[in-house]
């Protein structure tokens, strides 16, 4: 079992930044992906971004240049840095740990966090 702890999250204005952390822990052997999902009121969940351990990175069309993920390795964490936050990004930000193919197709990861709020207001 993987175990992943969010933080960050929060309100922001539409236009500025906000960081979202997940931590890893357990059977990190198991992974070699974390990556992070989105789901608004009444859409589906979405892939936001994704990184590897070998660094390989994938991001959805909608956050491309703004956002960006990143990792710390010896610390099993994952950060998701968003700039230029637009009140589109409203939503429950959820991290998600598996392998990187799972991300990427419809197989979806194997293991999630609790979820996060983030609001950005207009």
């Known amino acids: 079992q993987v175990q992943l702890v969010e933080s960050g999250g929060g309100l922001v204005q539409a236009g500025g930044s906000l960081s979202l952390s997940c931590a890893a822990s357990?059977?990190?052997?198991?992974?070699?992906?974390i990556g992070w999902y989105r789901q608004a009121p009444g859409n589906q969940r979405e892939l936001v971004a994704v990184?590897?351990?070998?660094?390989?990175?994938n991001y959805a069309d909608s956050v491309k240049g703004r956002f960006t993920i990143s990792r710390h390795s010896a610390k099993n964490t994952v950060y998701l840095q968003m700039n230029s936050l637009k009140s589109e990004d409203t939503a429950v930000y959820y991290c998600?740990?598996?392998?990187?193919?799972?991300?990427?197709?419809?197989?979806?990861?194997?293991?999630w966090g609790q979820g996060t709020q983030v609001t950005v207001s207009s």
């Open positions: 990184i590897g351990s070998d660094g390989t990175t």
């Open positions: 998600a740990a598996g392998h990187f193919m799972a991300f990427v197709t419809s197989m979806g990861p194997q293991y």
């Open positions: 357990g059977s990190i052997f198991s992974i070699n992906a």
